[in-house]
């Protein structure tokens, strides 16, 4: 049985639940991670295969065909030789999916590096970015981080008031990191003291209050310091108001009530 076969035969749950129809879709191994690739912009079966490292071409074949199957990834042919991938709008319907999912793992399931895991490290700074976008960290000025990976893998992660962003090469810093892409993700999947202590360790440079602005800005914790978590901010005005607009309401119908 071809692998797209059993790809089929495999992932249907005879359950009635969107959850389930969705994980149908996109729940199989690699299927997600070929849609965050490809969240970047259209890619070669080989920029592909190169990326998502341990994948067999034959199973890479097979989960584009099943992605193509569901209107989710569609091919641009160039030429005879020229493939490339790309998402459909179905498929780009799939980003805050991934973001909410990126967010959550990187607050509860990330952890240290794996034995033998592969860490590309422009994508655990796309993963920093879209953590920091997604989680709604903001600052009331603009912040610039450079994360040198060694002499040439260098990139710069900045907020510009309304947006994190990240380009490849270094820009003035208010802070500037030196790591192996290994100890970068040790220091995502650390608590606020432990990427403090790890920032000292590796002497980063940057003054204590930016430090700690970089320290305190990941993590499912309260978010401590000149940055904040929109979505904390967010959290706390719509309990207040919603608390408050209740009693009213019911101290409105009590007083409506004849005695």
Same mark, same amino acid.
């Given at each position: 049985?071809?692998?797209?076969?059993?790809?089929?035969?495999?992932?249907?749950?005879?359950?009635?639940?969107?959850?389930?129809?969705?994980?149908?879709?996109?729940?199989?191994?690699?299927?997600?991670?070929? @849609?965050?690739?490809?969240?970047a912009g259209p890619r070669r079966f080989s920029e592909l295969r190169r990326s998502l490292t341990t994948i067999t071409p034959k199973w890479l074949s097979a989960r584009l065909r099943a992605l193509e199957a569901d209107a989710i990834v569609t091919r641009d042919v160039a030429g005879e030789r020229e493939v490339r991938y790309r998402l459909t709008p179905k498929g780009e319907a799939l980003e805050p999916v991934f973001d909410a999912l990126l967010v959550w793992g990187m607050d509860h399931a990330l952890g240290p590096p794996r034995?033998?895991?592969?860490?590309?490290?422009?994508?655990?700074?796309?993963?920093?970015?879209?953590?920091?976008?997604?989680?709604?960290?903001?600052?009331?000025?603009?912040?610039?981080?450079?994360?040198?990976?060694?002499? @040439?893998?260098?990139?710069?992660?900045?907020?510009?008031?309304?947006?994190?962003?990240?380009?490849?090469?270094?820009?003035?810093?208010?802070?500037?990191?030196?790591?192996?892409?290994?100890?970068?993700?040790?220091?995502?999947?650390?608590?606020?003291?432990?990427?403090?202590?790890?920032?000292?360790?590796?002497?980063?440079?940057?003054?204590?209050?930016?430090?700690?602005?970089?320290?305190?800005?990941?993590?499912?914790?309260?978010?401590?310091?000149?940055?904040?978590?929109?979505?904390?901010?967010?959290?706390?005005?719509?309990?207040?108001?919603?608390?408050?607009?209740?009693?009213?309401?019911?101290?409105?119908?009590?007083?409506?009530?004849?005695?």
């Amino acid at each position: 049985m071809a692998p797209s076969t059993r790809i089929r035969a495999k992932r249907r749950y005879q359950h009635f639940c969107p959850a389930a129809r969705a994980l149908e879709t996109i729940g199989e191994r690699w299927s997600l991670l070929i @849609v965050r690739d490809l969240l970047a912009g259209p890619r070669r079966f080989s920029e592909l295969r190169r990326s998502l490292t341990t994948i067999t071409p034959k199973w890479l074949s097979a989960r584009l065909r099943a992605l193509e199957a569901d209107a989710i990834v569609t091919r641009d042919v160039a030429g005879e030789r020229e493939v490339r991938y790309r998402l459909t709008p179905k498929g780009e319907a799939l980003e805050p999916v991934f973001d909410a999912l990126l967010v959550w793992g990187m607050d509860h399931a990330l952890g240290p590096p794996r034995h033998g895991e592969a860490i590309h490290p422009g994508r655990a700074i796309d993963a920093t970015v879209r953590y920091l976008n997604r989680r709604g960290v903001r600052s009331a000025r603009r912040v610039v981080w450079v994360i040198r990976f060694g002499d @040439v893998r260098n990139y710069t992660i900045r907020f510009d008031g309304a947006r994190w962003l990240r380009q490849r090469g270094e820009a003035p810093a208010d802070v500037t990191v030196q790591t192996p892409p290994s100890d970068w993700v040790k220091f995502l999947s650390a608590d606020v003291e432990g990427r403090r202590r790890w920032l000292r360790e590796r002497r980063a440079t940057g003054t204590r209050q930016r430090l700690d602005e970089l320290a305190s800005a990941f993590g499912s914790e309260s978010i401590p310091g000149p940055l904040r978590s929109s979505l904390h901010r967010r959290a706390r005005r719509a309990r207040t108001p919603l608390l408050s607009g209740q009693e009213t309401g019911q101290k409105r119908i009590l007083d409506s009530i004849p005695r």
